[in-house]
């Protein structure tokens, strides 16, 4: 599974995901970094059949 981290999110996550064996990039590693828009990024996670993870998505599934 390869997911896309965003900007809301530590760099952290993406080093943890990527030692447990998944693919992982933060927007930090994109050409635009974090300023990256969220359309570009929701471009990006279709065409590259990414995941992305969002701090709105993690807190919903905390306390959603």
Known sequence: MKFLIDAQLP???AAELKQAGFEA????ELPDGNRTTDQALMELS???QLVPLRRILILCSRFC
Do not use: E, K, P
């Not at 990039?25 to 930090?28: I, R």
């Open 11 to 13: 760099r952290r996550l």
């Open 25 to 28: 990039t933060h927007t930090l």
């Open 46 to 48: 279709i065409a590259n």
